[in-house]
């Protein structure tokens, strides 16, 4: 749904896996990657929005991801995660201190590290936003769009 309300509105979306074969989400929806995430680089890009489903784990330790996610919120990039992928963003040391909100299942991840966990639908703090799943995920979306430097 992000992604959708983000192309309705104009915005140039990127997909980027640890691999370039083809994954479908856990709604069935198929995508085909773009560009591998050791790949990406920060300044070439608005923002960066991390995606839950199952094969969101792997992204929870890996270095790579992590890496990238201080990069966007170093540079004071838009850095988003949705479903259980606030995880990834709490493990990268970036929702120390900061409000956030995840699926249940991520909650404890974003408490051991320093995050103010909200429970809300999304919450919004500075340049991080993070929603808990998919009854989120329009508003989610909708926010993404809304947002200064979005698109």
Known sequence: ????VLEDAGASVT???????????M???EVKPDILIGNVIAG???????????????YFDGPSAHA???SFFEHGKLTWAICIDPATLAN????????????????QALRSHGAVVTGDDVSVDG???????????RK????????????
């Open 1 to 4: 749904m992000p992604r959708k």
């Open 15 to 25: 997909v980027v896996s640890s691999s370039l074969d083809g994954a479908t989400g």
């Open 27 to 29: 709604l069935g929806m």
């Open 44 to 58: 070439d890009r608005d923002g960066i929005v991390f995606v839950g489903g199952g094969g969101a784990k792997e």
């Open 68 to 70: 990238l996610a201080r």
């Open 92 to 107: 990268a040391g970036v929702l120390k201190d900061r409000r956030a909100t995840s699926f249940p299942s991520s909650e």
């Open 127 to 137: 340049n991080i936003v993070a929603g808990v799943g998919p009854v989120a995920a």
């Open 140 to 151: 989610f979306g909708k926010l993404l769009v809304d947002v200064p430097g979005a698109r």
